[in-house]
């Protein structure tokens, strides 16, 4: 008997900068658009699948969403040319990029690293838009990385781009302040609901605490303890932790 293979974290992403609270989302932070739940409503009364597999893939991607996102204090939108300085100056600090899958040493390798296409095609800015800031700023990064769920070959197909993976990175001069759960809060909202996958997933070092608490504060399930399976550039083999929620899981109007 073969099983379905093991898939360890990835950490691609996913940032260490969230500290753990008490506190959560504000009342209408996953203001994110109506349509959105009716999406997902309408799924689940007609009793079907959250995605239809391969065929539904066509039509849905990133590209074809309606960008930004809006919640009650942000925007959460493509990575343009422009915001790669902006989204240096936090990412370049060791108390971010401890925990992130990749650190450029220059801000030039850095403009290089997201000028490739694929990256930037999954990378999208936190924006800080509420009335009380004089200007819009970048307080953060997420990452949005559209993918196949395992399956036996012959149905290999109604499993395409069926879920996502997410990460996370944000400013250590605005956490503690909510804007992590509501950004993330409002990328769930949108791949249960116009994007239409069945899961999500995230992957952190197990020393990531804030990561993980983050998560199960949005009541992702942890679904993977490994072992030092992931060498840190420090040379430390650490922990890893694999975090994932179902459609069904994610309740409408949360």
Partial sequence: MHSAPRVPPTRAEAGAVFPPSSAGPPSNARATTQITHICLVARRLLGGPARIGADYADEMSLSTVAWPLRTARLEIRPLADTDLDAMWEFRRLPEVNRWLGRA???????????????????????????????????????????????????????????EAELGWALAPSHTGQGFAIEAVSAVIDLCFGPLGLRRVHAGCFADNEPSWRLMERLGMRREEFSRRTALHRSGEWMDGLNYGLLAEEWPVGR
């Fill in 104 to 162: 450029p040493a220059t801000r030039e390798a850095f403009h290089e690293t997201y000028s490739d296409p694929a990256r930037r095609a999954m990378t999208f800015v936190i924006v800080l838009s509420d009335a009380g800031h004089a200007a819009p700023t970048i307080i953060g990064d997420l990452m949005i990385k559209l993918e196949d769920a395992w399956a036996q070959a012959e149905v290999a197909e109604q499993a395409a781009g069926t």
